[in-house]
């Protein structure tokens, strides 16, 4: 590996941290430079005393059926860049359009249309169902506040039928969350994300709280139905083999910040961002011939409040050079839409 060498990514502009990200008028959602800053504030006026960056500055798009994989660890920004783009939280900055409509300055019914179509699934199965509500109530919650059903027996049909898509038995209309195991609550979860026949799904860490062959099965079932009905899915994870089968492409965060995308297969491989290659060295491999040294990152991820100068990522970078303590790095092109920041051209 080289800092200045000719053999992997031509370096692209030390400016554009957003990284590389063409294409974007197709795109069903495109989100460019995105920030998220969360005022501090301190002392009897509450004056504000620094910034929480959570999303730095980012830039992604989401095509029609496409799965977009949004991976780091915990508190790299991921869920909040996820959930600015659907304006669950408002960003600080930044553009973000669904189907070329502007989703930041929509307003009352406008935004609520385009709400329609943008929806989210939450990580735990658990605490995202409400246990005094039945699983009509739950599922048909945005069919009755849309009007889109007349009557109770409309609603528990329309529910049966969504029951139905996630494999469940329409006849659990009328249970109560506690009666479901952690796989089946978030197939309820699923159905209320269906239910206003949405394009595009942010699934928020969707299988991080379930055991490992349950997580199997509802990845299978949201691959059949982004087939069955055409869906887009951001798809949110902190563990690079949980993206792996079901995303087109993968973008890799750390603090804030995307340093690394590619398409599915060039990420895993051939990884060049240093932070992309330790995630992957943690993912369990069939092939003998592809096991790797696991490598483990020292230390915890800094904090968004104070992020490292240089590249972030230098305080636990195994190949750190003196010129990423103080040099934001450039993006780098590695060709076919992998791009990647670092000051080493690997
Ligand atoms: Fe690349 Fe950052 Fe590591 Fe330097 S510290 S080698 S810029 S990842």
Redesign the pocket.
């Known amino acids: 590996m080289s800092a200045t060498g000719a053999g992997g990514g031509a370096a692209t502009s030390r400016h554009d941290t957003s990284g590389l990200e063409p294409a974007h008028e197709n795109a069903l959602l495109s989100v460019r430079n995105l920030k998220k800053y969360f005022p501090v504030r301190k002392g009897l006026l509450s004056r504000i005393v620094a910034h929480v960056k959570a999303v730095d500055d980012v830039t992604f798009r989401v095509g029609a059926g496409e799965t977009l994989g949004l991976v780091g660890e915990s508190g790299c920004g991921k869920t909040t860049a996820g959930r600015a783009a659907l304006r669950l939280i408002e960003p600080s900055s930044g553009l973000v359009s669904f189907e070329g409509r502007d989703v930041l300055a929509a307003r009352g019914a406008d935004l609520r249309r385009l709400r329609r179509h943008m929806q989210i699934i939450f990580q735990d199965p658990y605490a995202s169902l409400n246990p005094r509500m039945s699983v009509a109530d739950i599922v048909g919650e945005g069919l009755k506040v849309h009007r889109l059903v007349s009557s109770r027996a409309e609603l528990e049909s329309r529910v049966g039928e969504l029951l139905e898509r996630v494999r469940l038995d329409p006849s659990f209309v009328n249970r109560y969350p506690h009666e479901f195991s952690g796989g089946q609550r978030q197939r309820i979860g699923i159905a209320r994300a269906l239910s206003l026949s949405p394009k595009f799904i942010v699934c928020d860490e969707a299988v991080s709280a379930l055991d490992v062959s349950i997580q199997a099965q509802i990845i299978n079932l949201l691959m059949d139905l982004r087939d069955e009905l055409g869906l887009s899915y951001l798809f949110i994870a902190h563990d690079l083999s949980v993206v792996q089968h079901i995303s087109d492409r993968v973008a890799v965060m750390y603090l804030g910040k995307i ?1 690394e995308r590619a398409r599915t297969d060039q990420l895993f491989a051939d990884p060049r ?3 992309t290659q330790a995630l992957l060295s943690a993912v369990p491999k069939a092939d003998p011939k592809r096991r790797t040294e696991r490598i483990v990152l020292q230390g915890d991820v800094p904090s968004p409040m104070n992020p490292p100068p ?5 305080t636990r ?5 003196d ?3 103080v040099e934001a ?1 450039p993006l780098r092109d590695a060709g076919g839409g992998h791009t990647y ?4 051209d690997t």
Do not use: I, T
């Not at 240089?310 to 230098?314: M, S, T, V």
């Not at 920041?341 to 080493?344: A, D, E, V």
């Open positions: 340093v961002h240093p932070y240089g590249c972030a990522f230098h970078c195994p190949a750190v050079l010129v990423c303590r790095p920041s670092c000051h080493l």
